[in-house]
């Protein structure tokens, strides 16, 4: 399925793409953000309008970008360019508003090479038996991730404390270097031959270590509080604004639809893949995901009598240790279990994340692959050893501004701008039979319209996935 037309690596087969895709979306709101949303706000009463995002998403703004980059045959920056075209408005003006999410996806891979190297750093740890040994003691753990995490108020305060302490005086240097030396080796062997198989190994693994660890958590005792809490549903909890908002931000978010990884990811994909069952797949996977890292998580917690009270890297890198580490010996094993699996989804994601602005070099500039690879890792490294005491904020801002105009974006160049017959052409490639009559209103009044609320609602809110 390489795209021999114009000589671009590719998938080599639908499930290669969708596996590559899952990983992409499979990340850290997945595990440390999900179960607290579903802690938060009640169980059922979170995931029930959570389903219904996820189903609305992934029929409407997931088919979009993946059939916007395989029509338009490049990632955002020639497929906004070819959309205009398609338009009857100029080319290069959508050229340069496709390079907004290539900005974003290069902002958030930064911010990823940091959390990737905490991930490094802990997986390290949990396997030596050095987070096992800090025991219970949260003046140790929290100790122990605050040295690795240092923070600043603003970024000038943030880069003045890394020069004037050295770049590996403090902070976690070393790891972050580790984190982007493994993205660059799996990207350099490019698409079919790097991140495919690399997506091929880690995801299955992912789901399988997520699965032991429900399976040994649930038969530990008051892992049935966390069970029961679960599935409650509260119906006046519907009734709760909140709630819908936060559900949705969080099924936005969680399936990567920012106008870049998935239009590159689309854009590898060969035309006889059908891009509805492909869409279909990647939001059952994804939630699949969350939904295993919640049972893991929101029963360990109850375990221990805890109360899931934080999130982000609060949650993953100072309460859960001290939860596995208060299992007595089986919890060693389960913390190694639990950094693995997340060392898996970071670095599936992070490889996404490189991925528009490398495929954007290649593009452009006409590099070859691995000199492409290169020159965006190594500009990436920089700014994240830089970045280091402020990383929570430049996550926030790109998060919270960036991805969801970027949405907004590709879902109006595809629903606004192009023909509405070649919209439904391009969607159609390869399917088995023709999507229904509801796909193009969904998108254009539905989906382009909830890009441009996650846009406000974050920054009112100050980020809701």
């Known amino acids: 399925m390489s795209n021999a037309e114009n000589k671009r690596d590719g998938f080599k087969n639908r499930w290669g793409f969708i596996l590559a895709c899952i990983g992409s979306a499979v990340g850290m ?10 802690a938060t706000y009640g169980g059922l009463t979170f995931l029930l309008p959570y389903f219904l995002f996820v189903l609305l998403i992934g029929a409407s703004g997931v088919m979009e970008e993946f059939s916007l980059g395989r029509w338009g045959g490049a990632g955002p920056v020639g497929s ?27 902002g958030l891979a930064i911010g990823y090479s940091v959390v990737m190297g905490w991930i490094f750093k802990y997986t390290k740890m949990s396997i030596t038996g050095e987070m096992f040994a800090m025991g219970q003691d949260m003046n140790i753990i929290g100790g122990t991730f605050d040295a690795a ?90 009734l709760n604004w909140k709630v819908w908002i936060y559900a949705f931000g969080q099924a936005f978010f969680s399936l990567s639809v920012a106008g870049n990884g998935s239009v590159i990811y689309g854009s590898y994909l060969g035309k006889e893949v059908e891009i ?39 949650l993953m890198f100072v309460a859960l240790p001290g939860v596995f580490n208060g299992m007595g010996g089986i919890g060693w094993v389960i913390g190694a279990f639990f950094f693995i699996a997340v060392l ?3 670095t599936t994601s992070i490889i996404n994340l490189y991925e528009t602005p490398v495929a954007f070099m290649q593009e452009k500039f006409h590099l070859g692959r691995i ?31 960036i991805c969801p105009f970027g949405a907004a974006l590709a ?15 391009a969607v159609n490639q390869g399917a088995h039979k023709e999507i229904g009559g509801w796909f193009y209103p969904l998108g254009k009044w539905i989906y382009v319209p909830l890009c441009i609320i996650a846009l406000i609602a974050g920054a009112a809110l100050g980020g809701i996935g």
């Open 80 to 106: 906004f360019g070819k959309a205009m075209q398609d338009g009857g408005k100029p080319k290069k003006v959508g050229e340069a508003i496709g390079a907004l999410p290539v900005i974003g996806s290069m």
């Open 29 to 38: 709101a997945n595990i440390w953000r999900f179960p607290y949303m579903v």
């Open 276 to 314: 509805s069952s492909s869409a279909r797949n990647v939001a059952v996977f994804d939630t699949l995901a969350a939904l295993v890292a919640m049972f893991v998580i929101i029963p360990a917690m109850a375990t221990t009598g805890s109360e899931l009270s934080t999130k982000g890297p609060g």
């Open 411 to 425: 879902g109006i160049m595809f629903f606004w701008i192009m023909k509405k017959q070649t919209v439904l052409d």
């Open 149 to 238: 995490a240092p923070g600043s108020n603003t970024l000038g305060e943030g880069i003045s404390m890394m020069l004037q302490n050295g770049i590996f005086g403090i902070g976690n240097g070393f790891w972050i270097i580790v984190a982007v030396a493994v993205s660059v080796v799996i990207m350099a062997l490019g698409v079919a031959g790097g991140i495919e198989k690399a997506c091929k190994v880690m995801i299955p693994l992912l789901f399988g270590l997520f699965l032991i660890m429900a399976v040994y958590i649930a038969f530990l005792p008051g892992a049935g509080d966390g069970y029961q809490f679960i599935f409650t549903l509260d119906i006046n909890g519907l």
């Open 344 to 346: 898996f989804a970071g």
């Open 371 to 401: 000199p492409s690879v290169v020159v965006i890792h190594a500009i990436g490294l920089i700014v994240a050893l830089l970045i280091q005491p402020w990383t929570s904020q430049w996550m926030d801002m790109v998060s919270i501004y």
